[in-house]
């Protein structure tokens, strides 16, 4: 249950109205280290006159993502979304700043009612191509940087889902959803208003997946399509390059325009796909295929050995294909690691090896000539430089999280950071900067944080499981005063491969929990990443144990280092897998806290497995499948000790999840009205996996509030 560059799901959006001149925005600040706790006579936030942050807040954030600098090193284009309450949604334009002004001013492309999304340049700087639906579906227009109206450059009767321009800029990429045997554009249209004038609605299936995500499966797949642009920049008829694979491109329900790549000169195009055969449901195979832009012949395995994930094919300078690669099958948490392909040879080789760290992003410099990498380190989301030769690393982000990266000019990398105490902005990264602070460019919420008291935050670390070092995070809360102390709200992360960091959230957000007046503790328990991969590993086939331990040290120990924690006045929080840690805490530490909160959490590991729809996660968790290895999925089943719970439960979750289907928090819920233990339920019918619409985002964090003050006596400030 890891998901991998998902904010881009939280955009959707608006925009056109060419270069308005929007806001200057700082260019000189450095990015400051996250704040140190203050001492115990620092004066407050509140003396200082400012307000707590807010659930309310945090929905009204402006939010910066996809940076993309121009070939020519003088741009950065990037979105901006911005949350139009009224309509309950989120509304993206795109906007523009000049990398090599003194004093840059940010300049609003777009402005319209409608979703404006994905910039991607011209090779020769002097345009841009996006993605909108403001022709009442989704497709590609082109901003002319030297004024003018946005153009219309495809005209399709399907959304257009991902683009990326040819490096000659004479091609487009794009992805659409087709059915696999038609030969044409207009056999899916017809099929499709077939079925809408069809008065049955029963629908078939004779394999997984039948539904993904937060879909139902209708028969369609993602294929990669290429067009030629001609003289007036139309593009002409979409050419089904991937078709003869049998798999989505990209991948669903989270693939992009990084799954795939053109070559250097433009007439090859690499993407990353897995079989869509009876096996897809139980299978991380994805290979690596390479096929002529015309395609002229059909796409060519490139990665057929490895029975293991590949993905993000990016070319280096010389010609040579850079990968993501893991080596597990059915392991989704596998490290990531970097190979390279030889462009005349053909052999294969691993950069790096020796590092003990796992790629999210691998992209390259502007001139192609070393790669460029995030990973989770330590607690953070760090940027790395790395030579494709040797495999030296250069690091060239400090504390904080690296959101999304465009290389720029030299060795320069243009970043959306971010921290525990700072939503995104867009920085440049300075190469072999000791200091490792970048510049920043944005500073887009200004006006709203400066009036607000974002909390000081500390990481800490302690000897959880076997002795063995782990990390975790504390963070004050609003109107601390020395001397007092104050209740603890206790999250857990999901995953449970991932790492509760120094991140900025619009979900779990800490400064939320902090602005209500509660402490908040967190801890990266055994599972994850940033700290190995042997730590990782360490949690396949031990849900309930490592983690569980950790957890009851490290809340342990944050109580004795920080003495305002009150450690008889806590609640414990999480969702996914944190929402299983919460039926597993109630019945294997029923004493500890004072109330809890599921969301979509796992109940019983048995129905979990029959229902949820990516089965090789819970597979390689258990050891297998459910009715080869029963007593694995059945150890840690919070479901065999419901006798034991006692401890005031709120569950929430959405009748949209798939995942962790929306029955497991209606078990829960019934578990604990059965026994009379106090407990509420609260189900979203227009949400999946995640709460993402602004007013449902208001009531959820409004409904935990009540819960977590009536349990711990606090009240808003």
Same mark, same amino acid.
């Given at each position: ?54 659930? +309310? ?6 939010? !910066?993502? &996809? ?31 000049? $990398? ?21 340049? /011209? ?25 003018? +109206?946005? $153009? ?17 800029? &004479? ?87 990084? +799954? ?10 690499? @993407? ?10 139980? =299978? ?30 990016? @070319? ?9 690669? #893991? ?59 790395? &030579? ?14 690296? #959101? =999304? ?38 500073? !887009? ?93 360490? !949690? ?6 490592? %983690? ?7 809340? &342990?120990? /944050? !109580? ?20 299983? #840690? *919460? ?16 969301? /979509?959490?796992? @109940? ?23 009715? *080869?290895? %029963? ?41 604990? *009205? ?44």
């Amino acid at each position: 249950m890891r998901f991998r560059s998902l904010l881009s799901l939280l955009d959707t959006c608006l925009c056109q109205r060419p270069f308005t001149v929007a806001a200057l925005l700082a260019a000189t600040l450095l990015l400051a280290a996250p704040a140190p706790l203050p001492a115990a006579d620092s004066a407050t936030s509140a003396a200082a006159g400012k307000a707590p942050f807010t659930a +309310e807040d945090l929905v009204q954030l402006r939010r !910066i993502g &996809d940076p993309q600098v121009s070939p020519d090193g003088r741009w950065v284009a990037f979105t901006l979304r911005e949350t139009d309450m009224e309509a309950n949604r989120g509304r993206t334009d795109l906007w523009l700043l000049e $990398l090599s002004a003194t004093s840059p001013l940010a300049r609003r492309l777009t402005q319209n009612p409608a979703a404006d999304s994905t910039p991607r340049w /011209a090779p020769d700087s002097r345009s841009l191509f996006f993605l909108s639906t403001r022709s009442g579906s989704s497709q590609v227009w082109r901003m002319p940087l030297d004024g003018g +109206e946005a $153009l219309q450059v495809t005209d399709y009767p399907l959304d257009v889902g991902t683009l990326k321009i040819s490096p000659r800029g &004479d091609r487009l990429a794009v992805s659409l959803d087709v059915f696999p045997d038609c030969a044409d554009l207009k056999c899916t249209t017809d099929r499709l208003a077939a079925r809408k004038q069809d008065k049955s609605t029963g629908q078939s299936y004779d394999q997984l997946f039948v539904r993904h995500w937060d879909n139902w499966a209708d028969g369609r797949r993602s294929a990669l399509f290429t067009a030629r642009l001609d003289a007036d920049g139309k593009a002409g008829v979409p050419v089904n390059v991937s078709g003869k694979v049998p798999g989505n491109v990209p991948s669903r329900p989270f693939g992009g325009d990084e +799954e795939y790549e053109f070559s250097p000169d433009g007439a090859r195009l690499v @993407f990353s796909a897995r079989l869509a055969d009876r096996s897809e449901a139980w =299978s991380t195979n994805f290979d690596l295929y390479e096929v002529p832009v015309d395609g002229s012949a059909a796409p060519r395995n490139l990665t057929e050995d490895n029975q293991a994930w590949d993905t993000q094919p990016t @070319f280096l300078a010389n010609g040579d294909l850079a990968w993501l690669a #893991m080596s597990r099958p059915g392991f989704e948490a596998d490290r990531f690691q970097i190979r390279i392909r030889d462009a005349r040879s053909g052999a294969t080789r691993a950069v790096a090896a020796d590092w003990d760290r796992s790629v999210s992003r691998l992209g390259t410099t502007a001139d192609r000539r070393k790669l460029l990498a995030t990973a989770d380190d330590v607690g953070q989301v760090a940027l790395f430089s790395i &030579d494709p030769a040797n495999g030296r690393r250069i690091r060239l982000t400090g504390e904080g999280q690296v #959101m =999304s990266y465009s290389a720029a000019a030299g060795d320069a990398v243009v970043i959306a950071w971010a921290s525990l105490g700072s939503p995104p902005d867009l920085y440049v990264a300075i190469p072999n900067s000791r200091s490792m602070k970048p510049r920043r460019l944005t500073s !887009i919420n200004a006006s709203l944080l400066e009036q607000r008291a974002l909390a000081p935050y500390e990481q800490y670390s302690f000897r959880g499981w076997n002795d063995e070092t782990v990390h975790g995070y504390v963070m004050k809360p609003y109107d601390w005063q020395p001397g007092r102390r104050y209740p603890i709200a206790f999250i857990v992360h999901g995953g449970p491969q991932v790492s509760f960091q120094n991140q900025w959230s619009y979900r779990w957000n800490p400064q939320v929990f902090a602005g209500r007046g509660y402490a908040v503790v967190f801890v990266d328990f055994h599972g994850s990443p940033g700290y190995g991969q042997a730590f990782t590993d360490s !949690i396949s086939q031990d849900w309930g144990g490592k %983690p569980l331990v950790d957890l009851q040290k490290g809340l &342990d120990a /944050a !109580i004795a280092q920080y003495d305002w924690l009150d450690g008889e006045r806590a609640c414990s929080l999480g969702a996914s897998y944190g929402g299983f #840690m *919460q039926n597993w805490i109630a019945g294997n530490w029923p004493d500890r806290f004072k109330c809890l909160v599921n969301h /979509a959490g796992i @109940f019983d590991t048995r129905t979990m497995y029959y229902t949820t729809e990516e089965l090789w996660f819970t597979e390689w968790e258990n050891g297998g499948p459910y009715y *080869q290895t %029963p007593q694995l999925h059945e150890k840690f089943n919070p479901a065999a000790h419901v006798t034991r719970w006692k401890t005031p439960t709120l569950i929430t979750h959405g009748l949209r999840d798939f995942r962790v289907p929306y029955t497991q928090g209606l078990a829960t819920f019934t578990a604990l *009205q059965r026994q009379g233990v106090d407990s509420q339920l609260l189900v979203f019918p227009d949400e999946n996996h995640w709460v993402l619409k602004p007013a449902n985002s208001l009531q959820w964090h409004d409904a935990v509030f009540r819960w977590l003050d009536r349990y711990l006596g606090q009240r808003s400030p």
